[in-house]
């Protein structure tokens, strides 16, 4: 059955439709961070928020923190979704099990209500506990966007941000409700704010919250490197993160065939996030072969193979079906 899916990716290698168009922060590493030079004032209630797509290893979304005065915390993992706002409920961490598709947009929430803390994955609640007291506020905290170092280093999540808000309000409530469509706006409640709407290739991004907060990529702690603003949606299968899916992406697989990698790390081969390169990964570079605008040149809505570049995948193809062989009759 998976060689007949090997198959059917072989057939899907065609030109490819138009492209995502919107503003993202691509996190393409643990340690990739923006910097924040202000911190947020929430007290009696808060809303932690999130439009991401998981294209590694989950870790870190946002986090304020000083030491023994104030700890907020939004991360997400492939099974699980977490939020911590000190001193409420401490030192007991907030978590719900989740199941997160990579490729896939998703909403996440975290409410502090007064009385209560809430969890939300695409405006349905995932779990909630009793809660009382006040969210901590520093005057001065070390926050970050992604990676960051407290006692030691704690790493980021792997994939994209399309709109990120901390607000001092209980913005949901009940069972459910509609997440927000397109970026998040500003309002009364507003601390932070990002919809990632600078160049390509800005250091610098701009709180729309506010604090007027500033973010400085890849800045903050020592080995911090910086994500990439970006405006248009890498395709699936591009491992290197370059906007193309290509010859690149393919020796890459191939290179790691039937090993045991780091879950969730594309620079591994690892496009599924199961901590192994085989089949799987292979049909998502072949299924979106051409996918995306190669490095350099102008950006269109296709783009297509060219003989010699179909003929090498079709030797890369033949090669990782051969290893594949190999390796079923050695088990």
Known sequence: MRQYAFVVALLAVCTTGPL????FALFDSPTDTISLNG?????????????????GA???????????????????????LTAYSYDINRPNQFSAPITLTPYQWYHVAYVFAGNQERLYLDGNLIALRG??????????????????????????FIGLIDTFRVSSNARYAGTSFTPPQGDFLPDAYTQLLFNFTEPEGSMTVTDQGQNAVTGFLGAG?????????????????DLDFDGFVGINDLNTVIGAWNQSVTPGDPASGDLTGDGFVGIDDLNLVLGNWNAGTPP???????????????????????LGTLNRKRYAHAE
């Open 58 to 80: 989950g870790g870190s979304i946002f986090s304020e923190w000083r030491i023994k005065e104030e700890d907020k915390l939004l991360g997400i993992a492939n099974n699980s």
């Open 131 to 156: 809660a009382s007291g006040n969210i901590r506020d520093a005057s001065f905290s070390l926050a970050n966007l992604g990676g960051f170092v407290r006692e030691n280093f704690k790493a980021g």
């Open 39 to 55: 911190n947020t004032t929430l007290g009696i209630a808060a809303t932690y928020e999130a439009r991401i797509q998981l294209r």
């Open 20 to 23: 995502a168009l919107a503003d």
């Open 296 to 318: 350099g040149a102008p950006q269109n809505n296709s783009v297509i193979p060219e003989p010699a570049t179909v003929a090498l995948m079709g030797f890369g193809c033949a």
């Open 221 to 237: 702690f020592t080995g911090a490197t910086a994500p990439t603003i970006i405006h248009v949606e890498p395709p699936i299968g």
